[in-house]
């Protein structure tokens, strides 16, 4: 048996296969589709009454339809079995139509396995909540940056550190400043603490208080939280007894 027995030309779709009367689990390599694509066995075990357990991963296709996967055996003995590779859920407009925004933490750990869609992975984006800053040093920084500033952040709904921008000062001034790492707890960014990294510019408009506004990019919506940071000129001139 094989299942699932569908899923998506994108590939990266799992398929677990029971293979009977096998006496080893050594040497054993699968193919995908009539072109023969190799297909990675993520893992092969022998268990009992000979019955052997492996995980197959297809790769990507341009083709969709029903095709044939074959798993070779270490003894050159081929098992095919039938797999039905369709397009991928495209979850803007299904997501649209319920006035919801694809959710992509859910997208993330649930990728859709065929062509139907699910509501599971659409969100209100108005559910996504307010972050709160937890931790933040250091607060105070020189005009002329380069300030080593460590965030950590609750609820800040952001995946990836490529989706994060950063401005330092006022609408009409600022400067921008680019993450230099971001970690999330392996939990959800709605709920999790996420630990963000990053080192002051220059500042926009001289000594005082400036705002950071830090501002994620989350699927169609976005999660955004601001810190006040403030410049100062650094002292000039020999150290003197105050």
Known sequence: SASPSQGVYTGGNLITVHVANV????????????????????SAELGSEGVLVAVVETPPTESVGLTTCTLTLGTGASVPFAFLVSSPCD??????????????????????????????????????????????EPSVGSVGGGAQVTVQVRAFACLSIDSITIRVGS??????ASPKRFFTQQASPLTAVSTLTLTTPPSPSGPG????TVTCQFGDAQSTFTL?????????GPPQLS
């Open 209 to 212: 208080e400036t705002p950071i």
């Open 91 to 136: 979850l803007s407009p299904f997501c649209a139509e319920r006035a919801l925004v694809p959710n992509p933490w859910e997208l993330q750990q649930h990728p859709p396995a065929g062509s139907e869609c699910s509501a599971r992975s659409c969100m209100d984006p108005g559910t996504i909540p307010t972050p709160e800053v937890v931790k933040f």
């Open 171 to 176: 609408a009409s001034s600022f400067q921008l």
């Open 23 to 42: 006496r080893s689990a050594q040497g054993i390599t699968a193919t995908f589709g009539e072109a023969g694509l190799g297909a990675r066995v993520a």
């Open 228 to 236: 006040s940071h403030i410049y100062y000129y650094p002292p000039t």
